[in-house]
């Protein structure tokens, strides 16, 4: 364990849930996640390693889990189905919206060249250091303890958004490149919506719905 409570494990302890994980992805080929990529990286993560040790056993159920501060690590499915729709080739350079647990970071980091994820909530963001910085040792993730987008440098490929928002903020445009793949939540009605946007030159258009979800607010 670390200084800030967070159980570093080693692989050892990572591999006993191996067998869940390809449970797991069996879910969620019937779910809709049909892209191989997507499977192997989920398949891959150790999902456990993001939530309290008490709700380890659950971690490869489809179902969100709560992670403190009233946040939430989202359903295996929902994470699949928003990085499946990014066609994400191994090149792109992703911002995630809210890194929360940290385990949407890792599976994104399995699929693209380099993710930067900015965290408003501290203790949120200490803890996801530790687990994807010392635990599992990625090297292609940035983490920022911030909700100022201004704090982000640089655009991107790819924006994930992991809360959800009355309208799209149309200050995200400028952080998407020409051809950029954004997905966020939105309301709709009394319920939530993912939808996925693209830019074309100057413009933002809206491409498809995804599917439903339950996200936490999104805090601006």
């Known amino acids: 364990m670390d200084t800030n409570g967070v159980d570093i494990l080693s692989p050892d302890t990572i591999d ?8 797991m992805a069996q879910e969620l080929t019937r779910n809709g996640v049909t892209s191989v990529r997507v499977l192997n990286a989920m398949k891959k993560v150790p999902r456990h390693l993001f939530v309290s040790e008490a709700l380890r056993y659950s971690a490869y159920n489809d179902v969100s889990l709560p992670i403190g501060f009233s946040q939430t690590i989202s359903r295996p499915t ?7 729709s990014l066609g994400l080739t191994g090149r792109e350079r992703v911002l995630e919206v809210g890194t929360g647990s940290g385990y949407q970071a890792a599976v994104t980091a399995e699929l693209a060249d380099r993710v930067v994820s900015m965290e408003r909530i501290e203790a949120l963001h ?4 530790v687990t994807l910085l010392m ?3 990625y090297r292609n993730i940035e983490l920022y303890h911030t909700g100022a987008f201004s704090d982000i440098k640089g655009t991107f490929d790819a924006i994930l958004v992991a809360a959800c928002a009355p309208v799209m903020p149309e200050h995200l445009i400028s952080l998407l490149n020409n051809g950029g793949r954004m997905l966020i939540p939105v309301e709709k009605g009394n319920s939530q919506v993912i939808k996925k946007f693209v830019r074309h030159d100057e413009e933002i258009v809206y491409e498809e719905e995804v599917g439903e979800a339950q996200f936490v607010p999104l805090v601006m």
């Open 16 to 23: 006993n849930f191996a067998l869940a994980r390809e449970r």
């Open 78 to 84: 929902t994470v699949g189905r928003m990085i499946q």
């Open 126 to 129: 200490r803890r996801a250091k």
């Open 135 to 137: 635990t599992m040792n």
